[in-house]
């Protein structure tokens, strides 16, 4: 079974970069794929990236990350400025960010019109 947790933005809005990934990852941990709306900074994307390697050692085989953010190139010059304004004014909470265990998440494909989370088959135990 594959569980989503979705983290509305509100939720690391008001934390700082390291509790931000520091959440993330917890969550991670738990085997469950991140969407998270909005996105993250730069750096704190490569926080996420090093810390979870550092934090889960021999066993953890990674983290899937993408971002899907809107896009405004066919915007004309009103429209443009419009976007720009109430990004200023809500900060990153435009996007969506995935984020995924490897062992889980076995690609993320993106386009314009789409997104496809590929996942691995798990093995299955039988309950005694």
């Known amino acids: 079974m594959v569980t989503l947790q979705f983290v509305p933005y509100h939720e690391i809005e008001d934390l700082g970069s390291a509790r931000r990934v520091k959440k993330l990852i917890d969550i991670v941990k738990e085997n469950k794929i991140v969407l998270l709306q909005g996105r993250l900074k730069k750096e704190e994307e490569t926080d996420l990236i090093s810390i979870a390697m550092e934090e889960f050692g021999d066993k953890f085989k990674g983290i899937e990350l993408a971002v899907i953010n809107p896009?405004?190139?066919?915007?004309?010059?009103?429209?443009?400025v419009r976007n720009n304004f109430f990004?200023?004014?809500?900060?990153?909470?435009?996007?969506?960010?995935?984020?995924?265990?490897?062992?889980i998440v076995?690609?993320?494909?993106?386009?314009?019109?789409?997104?496809?989370?590929?996942?691995?088959?798990?093995?299955?135990?039988?309950?005694?």
Request: positive net charge.
């Open 71 to 80: 896009e405004d190139k066919d915007l004309s010059g009103i429209k443009r």
């Open 87 to 103: 990004g200023f004014l809500l900060g990153d909470r435009q996007g969506l960010t995935i984020v995924g265990p490897a062992s």
């Open 106 to 128: 076995k690609e993320i494909k993106k386009d314009p019109n789409k997104i496809e989370l590929l996942t691995k088959e798990t093995k299955r135990t039988k309950k005694k």
